[in-house]
């Protein structure tokens, strides 16, 4: 029988201890959109379609630039059934996400079920949970089963970078809760802090899904990582191989975590360690991450994300 203990440790689908607050840098806000242009058409590298940025903006016919490279979506997936906005906009046709959502590809679909369950159910909530919590309590159960057991038959893609570094660019929150770097450079100290920065601005602002992220974490930080993920480190926690395998590519319901995004790890550890992410199993997590500082979350995220999916 598995240990539940470890069940939902960095399952996917927002460090510290009880007290701390929401670090800004992983919760970053979204700031107003300005009105997005709907004249330009773009184009991706690769793909011979066009969109405007309205149209790739637009939550309920988001792009996709590359149909022929994806099982045909189901119609939730792919327009959303209003008020609840295509899963596509945000989670992207490969399921790889963005910085402001997280990976979904490969799950397992029954994970998936049930964490639209506890969106729906109050069991996940916080500023990063907000919009996943009205599009859950607007969806069917005919569409969470369709839209789940999609982006469970889907493959991984290596999303992320992660590179380790003391300084970081001087960044900005723009559009989608992304960061950009500003425009007149420099440079500025990283910390104890795990920042995102799109390979290509310009493509992750048209929702490509060929053009991922970088995700620079504090130098020394996969190291440390791969102590605490694979031994607990000197009692912080526990070895997650124990329920997720010796990959940590997921066991049963139990879903992997090599590789995925490891800002939105961070944010799942935070989550469940300060009880915003509660119900029948994270509750049982809360002992696994009581004594994980945030320097603890970040290096378990820079090492899985450093992993392949």
Request: charged share 20%; aromatic share 6%.
């Amino acid at each position: 029988m598995k240990n539940p203990a470890c069940v939902l440790v960095m399952a996917l689908l927002p460090g510290l201890a009880i007290a701390a607050e929401n670090p800004d840098w992983a919760y970053p806000p979204t700031p107003k959109p300005a009105p997005a242009d709907g004249v330009v058409q773009k184009q991706v590298p690769g793909s011979a379609k066009q969109y405007t940025q309205a149209q790739i903006d637009d939550g309920f016919n988001p792009p996709d630039w590359f149909p022929e490279e994806h099982p045909p979506m189901p119609e939730i997936v792919a327009t959303g059934r209003k008020p609840a906005r295509a899963c596509a906009l945000c989670h992207l046709p490969t399921g790889d996400g963005h910085p402001e959502s997280s990976s979904l590809a490969g799950l397992p679909a029954a994970y998936l079920v049930r964490q639209m369950a506890e969106f729906k159910n109050g069991g996940r909530k916080g500023v990063r949970a907000n919009a996943m919590t009205d599009i859950a309590k607007a969806m069917s159960e005919a569409d969470v089963r369709a839209a789940s057991e999609y982006f469970a038959g889907l493959k991984p893609g290596v999303w992320t970078k992660v590179v380790e570094t003391a300084t970081v660019p001087k960044t900005y929150v723009g559009a989608g809760a992304m960061r950009f770097a500003v425009l007149e450079g420099g440079t500025e100290p990283l910390g104890s802090r795990i920042i995102v920065l799109p390979q290509d601005a310009a493509r992750a602002q048209s929702r490509d899904p060929h053009s991922g992220f970088i995700d620079y974490v504090p130098v020394g930080s996969i190291a440390k990582g791969k102590a605490l993920v694979s031994g607990g480190g000197s009692g912080q926690t526990v070895p997650c191989a124990i329920c997720h395998g010796a990959t940590l590519k997921g066991l049963g319901e139990v879903p992997g975590i090599a590789g995925r995004p490891p800002i939105y790890v961070v944010r799942q550890l935070n989550d469940m360690q300060n009880g915003n992410r509660t119900g029948s199993l994270a509750e049982l997590m809360k002992a696994v991450v009581a004594k994980l500082t945030i320097e603890d979350m970040v290096a378990i995220a820079a090492y899985l994300g450093s992993l392949e999916p």
